[in-house]
């Protein structure tokens, strides 16, 4: 039980420097972790011009649940006339991105930015501040 209470939320930290936002992910992006990433997304969405880098280098997997949430959150940026951009260098998940036509669609890079690096700041900590 505590197992499926921890992969209830899959973002591990978030941060925000110079107005853009660094969420990182870690573990299993599923059907169960969805509904949670999901909201959590939705919210980081949904003021205008959301600029938004996911990190996914500690994602060790992802299916069409956890992919449909990076896909809503890409289009609800864009509609806000924001940027998404995906930080990851894992094979596999650039192969799903390429079987699925997808390739083309997120703006995808293998490491951090320098100033999107700064220090991270845990959820728990930075929930008064959204």
């Known amino acids: 039980m505590d197992d499926n209470h921890t992969r209830s939320t899959p973002y591990r930290t978030h941060r925000t ?5 660094v969420i990182t992910l870690q573990g299993e992006l599923d ?6 990433l999901a909201a959590r997304m939705d919210a ?4 205008p011009r959301p600029d938004l880098v996911i990190d996914l280098r500690p994602v060790s997997f992802i299916d069409c649940a956890g992919l449909g ?3 809503r959150a890409r289009n609800r940026a864009k509609a806000r006339q924001g940027r998404l951009r995906l930080v990851t ?3 596999p998940f650039l192969r ?4 699925t036509g997808l390739t083309g669609v997120f703006d995808i890079r293998s490491r951090l930015s320098e100033e999107a690096a700064g220090s991270p700041v845990s959820d728990s900590d ?3 501040a959204d």
């Not at 420097?17 to 936002?21: K, L, S």
């Not at 980081?44 to 003021?47: P, Y």
């Not at 799903?96 to 079987?99: P, T």
Request: net charge neutral; with cysteine; glycine share 10%.
């Open 96 to 99: 799903i991105l390429h079987h």
């Open 17 to 21: 420097v110079g107005g853009t936002t």
């Open 69 to 71: 949430v990076l896909c």
């Open 44 to 47: 980081l969405t949904s003021g």
């Open 31 to 36: 059907v169960v972790t969805a509904p949670s």
């Open 126 to 128: 930075s929930a008064s």
């Open 89 to 91: 260098n894992s094979s």
